[in-house]
């Protein structure tokens, strides 16, 4: 809230219960936390008793909950985050490259120097050189650490989580709806977001990583089953807009269960020294640079003097969150010149999924938008009739992975 205050926002989460004893159970937790945040908390928790579940939120009384506990959390667009952390790292002296791919490494006596890349829109080849180069790359961390030693063993376990979208009407009341622990200790939400309600997640083990992950079937059907049974809504598959996928770079345990993996990080060097920074997630990306930057200050000693960005804001950029692609053909126009001039924007999936967010709110307005954007971009940039047809192509089949299996 203090470097990010215009990308993250104050919301109000149920958590409705059935039972006495979890009424109990889930006020000491969330009062804790409330005592733990201190004068950082955004709001007390408070019990919400059945009188007023039954005003509110009628479909929560009719499934038999007794209240819910409302305590307040934090809400983001991941996107504009990204895209803030990328125009302050500008203004703070890096140099930023777009759609290029990592295809080795350049060694010197068996340690890495520097590193062989490709952009992937012109084909040019290049080589950084470097004196670190930091593996933060997620779930795909593994295979590039294959780059530096064939031989490297996984250390990800990762898992898959999905979300469903809604029209913003299937939920009632304002909040967001939270159950900690379904059957099989997943959690379950459903959050209103940009316009649109998600509803999620699963917890799935998966062995491919896909750089384009797909939502499975059984992963819809448990969401839908779930939501509708632990929440009390009534959703049903017709009224999704979209459906997509995450993968969780979760580190190797003993555990199967990848729900019960820890979703902490950890940083290491490879023999050639590759910094390998694995694990983590979102909501601790500063801590996890904060343990990178100690990392290699304990590798390069008094010499390497990194600077303090704990105060450090964030860019807003344009303030307004960037759910739905502008309707007006001006407004559009605008807002794809900008993208393409000041937040490297090439591609039509570079505006209608990662400066916009139409893709992943309405996977068919995304679909019937792309021709004019790509038309757009074409002009903005120079490229050809061709060009504009193939990027349109190919973000329809793009956007065909986002809808529910049953459509067209």
């Given at each position: 809230?203090?470097?990010?205050?215009?990308?993250?926002?104050?919301?109000?989460?149920?958590?409705?219960?059935?039972?006495?004893?979890?009424?109990?159970?889930?006020?000491?937790?969330?009062?804790?936390?409330?005592?733990?945040?201190?004068?950082?908390?955004?709001?007390?928790?408070?019990?919400?008793?059945?009188?007023?579940?039954?005003?509110?939120?009628?479909?929560?009384?009719?499934?038999?909950?007794?209240?819910?506990?409302?305590?307040?959390?934090?809400?983001?667009?991941?996107?504009?985050?990204?895209?803030?952390?990328?125009?302050?790292?500008?203004?703070?002296?890096?140099?930023?490259?777009?759609?290029?791919?990592?295809?080795?490494?350049?060694?010197?006596?068996?340690?890495?120097?520097?590193?062989?890349?490709?952009?992937?829109?012109?084909?040019?080849?290049?080589?950084?050189?470097?004196?670190?180069?930091?593996?933060?790359?997620?779930?795909?961390?593994?295979?590039?650490?294959?780059?530096?030693?064939?031989?490297?063993?996984?250390?990800?376990?990762?898992?898959?989580?999905?979300?469903?979208?809604?029209?913003?009407?299937?939920?009632?009341?304002?909040?967001?709806?939270?159950?900690?622990?379904?059957?099989?200790?997943?959690?379950?939400?459903?959050?209103?977001?940009?316009?649109?309600?998600?509803?999620?997640?699963?917890?799935?083990?998966?062995?491919?990583?896909?750089?384009?992950?797909?939502a499975l079937e059984e992963e819809v059907a448990f969401v839908l089953d779930h939501a509708n049974r632990f929440l009390g809504l009534q959703l049903r598959r017709e009224d999704i807009r979209s459906?997509?996928?995450?993968?969780?770079?979760?580190?190797?345990?003993?555990?199967?269960?990848?729900?019960?993996?820890?979703?902490?990080?950890?940083?290491?060097?490879?023999?050639?020294?590759?910094?390998?920074?694995?694990?983590?997630?979102?909501?601790?990306?500063?801590?996890?640079?904060?343990?990178?930057?100690?990392?290699?200050?304990?590798?390069?000693?008094?010499?390497?003097?990194?600077?303090?960005?704990?105060?450090?804001?964030?860019?807003?950029?344009?303030?307004?969150?960037?759910?739905?692609?502008?309707?007006?053909?001006?407004?559009?126009?605008?807002?794809?010149?900008?993208?393409?001039?000041?937040?490297?924007?090439?591609t039509v999936e570079d505006f209608l999924a990662r400066r916009y967010r139409t893709l992943f709110l309405d996977a068919r307005a995304a679909q019937s938008a792309a021709p004019v954007v790509a038309?757009?971009?074409?002009?903005?940039?120079?490229?050809?009739?061709?060009?504009?047809?193939?990027?349109?192509?190919?973000?329809?089949?793009?956007?065909?992975?986002?809808?529910?299996?049953?459509?067209?």
């Amino acid at each position: 809230m203090a470097n990010a205050s215009g990308h993250v926002d104050d919301f109000g989460f149920l958590i409705p219960v059935k039972r006495r004893w979890a009424r109990f159970y889930y006020g000491v937790g969330l009062r804790l936390y409330d005592f733990l945040a201190g004068s950082h908390r955004w709001g007390r928790t408070e019990w919400i008793g059945r009188k007023q579940i039954t005003s509110r939120l009628p479909h929560l009384a009719e499934a038999g909950f007794i209240g819910a506990w409302r305590y307040r959390d934090g809400r983001f667009n991941d996107a504009d985050l990204a895209l803030g952390l990328a125009r302050t790292a500008a203004q703070q002296g890096a140099t930023l490259v777009n759609h290029c791919r990592a295809e080795g490494f350049v060694k010197q006596d068996g340690r890495i120097t520097g590193l062989h890349a490709k952009d992937v829109l012109s084909g040019e080849e290049f080589t950084l050189n470097a004196r670190v180069v930091v593996n933060a790359c997620g779930p795909y961390s593994d295979a590039l650490c294959r780059l530096d030693d064939p031989q490297h063993e996984d250390h990800l376990r990762p898992s898959q989580g999905i979300h469903l979208v809604f029209d913003a009407d299937v939920l009632k009341g304002g909040d967001a709806l939270l159950i900690p622990k379904t059957d099989d200790g997943r959690v379950l939400f459903a959050v209103p977001w940009l316009g649109k309600v998600l509803v999620g997640t699963t917890d799935t083990p998966v062995d491919t990583i896909d750089f384009e992950p797909l939502a499975l079937e059984e992963e819809v059907a448990f969401v839908l089953d779930h939501a509708n049974r632990f929440l009390g809504l009534q959703l049903r598959r017709e009224d999704i807009r979209s459906v997509f996928a995450g993968l969780r770079p979760l580190i190797q345990g003993r555990r199967d269960n990848t729900a019960k993996l820890s979703r902490s990080h950890q940083v290491e060097a490879s023999a050639s020294g590759l910094v390998n920074v694995r694990g983590g997630k979102w909501t601790t990306y500063r801590k996890m640079a904060e343990d990178t930057v100690r990392f290699l200050r304990k590798q390069h000693g008094p010499d390497f003097t990194p600077a303090d960005t704990s105060a450090l804001p964030l860019d807003m950029g344009d303030a307004a969150p960037r759910g739905m692609h502008p309707d007006d053909p001006s407004a559009l126009a605008a807002a794809v010149a900008l993208a393409v001039t000041e937040e490297m924007c090439c591609t039509v999936e570079d505006f209608l999924a990662r400066r916009y967010r139409t893709l992943f709110l309405d996977a068919r307005a995304a679909q019937s938008a792309a021709p004019v954007v790509a038309r757009l971009i074409a002009e903005a940039i120079g490229e050809s009739p061709s060009w504009t047809e193939q990027q349109v192509e190919t973000f329809i089949n793009l956007a065909r992975h986002y809808l529910p299996s049953n459509t067209p």
